[in-house]
Every structure is written in C-alpha cells, then in structure tokens.
C-alpha cells in the first residue's frame, strides 16, 4: 500500500470525489496495526481513516501546464485519461520533454514543483540520462544543505552529484 504524508492529497473510496488533505499518519495498535491517517476536510473538518481505501488525489493539471516528473521540467500535452493494465485504471497524462519526446504518466508522479526526495527517485534504483549513462546514489553522507541526495556514475570523472544537479545537466533521467 502507498504511504501518504502529510500534506498530500487523497481521496477515500467512501466519499467519492472528496479530496482530504492528509495532517499526520500514525500506526493504529488497536485496530490490528494498519496505518491510519488523521485527514482534514475542506470544511476544516478531521477525520480518521485506515490505509483501506485511500488512494492519491489526481493531479489538477490541464493542457498546456508546466509540471515536473522525478524533478525534470515537463509539459502536459493531454490528460487526464483513464489508465489501464498495470495502472489500475489510475488517471494518465501524456507529457512532452524539452527534446521532443513524449510519454504517459500516472498523475501521482506529477508534481508542480520539483521533487527530489526518495518517493519521486528511490535510492535504490539506478537512471539512465538522455546520454545513456547510469547513474546510482552514493551512501558516503553526501548530502547538500537542503538534503538533497548524491548521485555517481561510472563514466563521469567529476566525483559525486548531488541529483539536483546530475536531473539540470543530464535529465531526463529514466528509471532502470
């Protein structure tokens, strides 16, 4: 299941449409440890409610607007429409690179800042840029100020990138 934090948006399949912005999560002892979430409704309201049920708000974008994918500059061609197969039928969007390419996207990767944290970029995983190099994080404490972590790649001789930088000099970068 997702974790929310708090900030995001969701909606719960009992209320529809309704879009809840998440306060807090908490582990839920007494209801057998699922993970329950205190949501405040657009009336100022606070309800809670288990993970069962929540799911990622769609993203408010239309055509034309400018949005980030995994901290890279997009622009949304279409969209939403509905997802298939893998997607569960969650909303789409196609979405157009400043190169030209394009490709469809579950509206949950979309943000309208960039977002570097380990949601968009798990640390795990490893991205090709637009050259077809590899780049993997580096676990040596090399964070700048903000957090942000630190990226290395076999073929780039300049040490350790914060990946702000390695998504502004080599993005997009695609996950692999």
Request: charge should be negative.
């Amino acid at each position: 299941m997702h974790e929310f934090r708090a900030g995001d948006k969701v909606t719960h399949e009992v209320y529809g449409d309704t879009v809840f912005t998440v306060l807090s999560a908490h582990k839920l002892w007494r209801y057998g440890g699922p993970r329950g979430y205190l949501l405040e409704t657009h009336t100022g309201g606070v309800l809670l409610a288990t993970e069962r049920g929540l799911s990622a708000a769609p993203a408010g974008f239309s055509e034309g607007d400018s949005a980030y994918l995994a901290g890279t500059p997009v622009s949304v061609l279409s969209g939403p429409h509905p997802g298939a197969g893998a997607f569960g039928g969650a909303p789409m969007y196609l979405v157009g690179y400043a190169d030209g390419t394009a490709r469809s996207v579950p509206a949950e990767e979309l943000t309208a800042e960039p977002d570097y944290g380990p949601d968009a970029f798990p640390r795990n995983a490893q991205y090709r840029d637009k050259e077809g190099d590899v780049w993997s994080f580096t676990y040596l404490g090399t964070h700048d100020e903000s957090g942000c972590a630190a990226m290395t790649c076999p073929g780039y001789f300049g040490g350790a990138v914060m990946l702000r930088r390695v998504v502004n000099m080599f993005g997009p970068l695609t996950r692999i």
